[in-house]
C-alpha cells in the first residue's frame, strides 16, 4: 500500500528543523556547506556517514556539531589499534550474586554513534558494527539487542596511505550511506576560524535544537517522499553503468540502488520538495557510489579516482525524458 506523499505543512516543519540544525552547525564550522547539506540529507535517510579526508580539517568536529544539535543520546567511539569488538558493542558479566549473566551495552547503544578514526581498529573491531548499521540490533550470547531510533552512526577515518590505518572492509564501506571529504577551508574561511576558537571551543556553546522524537518523524516524512518510475530507472541506469564500466574493478551493489534512493528523498525533503529530481541524484552520485566501487588497476595508472569516474558516468547516462518532467513527480 503506498505511503500519502508529504504534505505543505510537514515539508516545512522539515526546513523548519532542518535550518535551525544547519545553523548550530555552522556557528562552530564555516565553508562547509555541500559537506553539511549531504550530511543533513543522509540524516533525514536514517543513513550512515562516512567523513574522509586529512587529520585537521574538521571531520571530528562536523560529528561532534552534528550530535550536539539533536537533544539525542550520543556515543563516542575512540577507534584504536587495541579496541576489541566487545568495547563497541557490548558485554554479558556474570553477577555471581544472582547467578546470572548480565548484559552491559556499549557505546553502540545511542541514537547517534560518533566512531572517530574508524580505520586505525582492526579489521575485526570494525566489523563489530556490520549488525548494528544494517539491521539496527546487536546479537551478544546468542540474544538480539535492538538499537534504538533513530539510529544514526557518523565515522570520521583518515587516508588509509597514512601510517597506521587500516582499510574500511568492502562489506562495511557498503554500509555507509554516503562518504563525504571535508576537504581544506578557504583563506577567509580558516581566518575566521582563528578568531571563533581563539580561547574557546564553539562546541562547548552548542544546544540542541530539536529532539530524537522530532528528528524520527521527519525521517518518517522522507521515506513518503515521491520518485516516479523513470526517476527509479535512472537510477538503475548509474548504478548498473558501474558494474560495466570498464575503469572499474568492482561496481556498486543493489544496496546502493535502494540507499542512493532513500538519499535522493532525504535531499528533496530538505529543499522542500515532495518528489525526486534528477538533481537531486546527480548531487548524490558521488558521495553515494565513489565509496562502493573499486578503480581497476590501469585506472589507478593513469591517476583517475573513484570520484572521477563516477563524477563522468553521471555525465554519461542519459536522464530518462520522463524524468525531467517535474508534473510525473507531483501526483
Given amino acids: 500500500m503506498a505511503h500519502p506523499i508529504p504534505t505543505a505543512a510537514e515539508l516545512d516543519e522539515v526546513a523548519e528543523v532542518l535550518g535551525r540544525v544547519r545553523a548550530s552547525i555552522a556557528t562552530v564550522l564555516s565553508g562547509l556547506e555541500p559537506a553539511i547539506e549531504t550530511t543533513l540529507a543522509t540524516v533525514l535517510a536514517e543513513g550512515h556517514v562516512l567523513m574522509e579526508d586529512v587529520p585537521g580539517v574538521g571531520k571530528t568536529t562536523l560529528a561532534r556539531a552534528l550530535a550536539a544539535s539533536v537533544g539525542a543520546s550520543v556515543g563516542r567511539i575512540q577507534f584504536t589499534p587495541d579496541l576489541l569488538p566487545s568495547d563497541v558493542t557490548g558485554v554479558s558479566v556474570y553477577r555471581a550474586d544472582e547467578h546470572r549473566f548480565e548484559f552491559r551495552p556499549g557505546p553502540v547503544f545511542a541514537n547517534v554513534v560518533i566512531a572517530d578514526e574508524i580505520n586505525r581498529a582492526s579489521p575485526k573491531t570494525q566489523s563489530a558494527l556490520l549488525e548494528s548499521m544494517q539491521e539496527r540490533r546487536v546479537t551478544i550470547d546468542g540474544t538480539t539487542h535492538p538499537l534504538p531510533s533513530p539510529f544514526l552512526v557518523v565515522a570520521t577515518q583518515n587516508p588509509v596511505e597514512m601510517e597506521g590505518t587500516y582499510p574500511l572492509p568492502e562489506a562495511q564501506r557498503d554500509r555507509f550511506m554516503t562518504r563525504i571529504s571535508v576537504g581544506y577551508p578557504s583563506a577567509g574561511d580558516e581566518l575566521a576560524m582563528l578568531d571563533s576558537h581563539d580561547g574557546t ?24 517522499i515521491y520518485a516516479a518510475p523513470a526517476i527509479k530507472q535512472y537510477i538503475v541506469d548509474l548504478v548498473r553503468g558501474t558494474r560495466a564500466e570498464s575503469t572499474l574493478r568492482l561496481g556498486a551493489s543493489p544496496r546502493a540502488s535502494l540507499q542512493l534512493l532513500a538519499a535522493a528523498k532525504g535531499r528533496a525533503a530538505l529543499h522542500g520538495r515532495n518528489h525526486v529530481l534528477p538533481d537531486d541524484l546527480k548531487a548524490l552520485a558521488v558521495p553515494v557510489l565513489a565509496h562502493r566501487v573499486i578503480p581497476s588497476i590501469e585506472a589507478r595508472t593513469a591517476g583517475r579516482t573513484a570520484e572521477q569516474i563516477i563524477a563522468g558516468l553521471t555525465d554519461q547516462v542519459p536522464v530518462p525524458a520522463d524524468a525531467r518532467d517535474r508534473s510525473v513527480q507531483t501526483v
Fill in 201 to 224: 571551543d564553539p562546541l562547548h556553546h552548542v544546544t540542541a535544537v530539536t529532539d530524537a522524537e522530532t528528528l524520527a518523524r521527519l525521517i518518517g516524512v522522507a521515506t513518503r
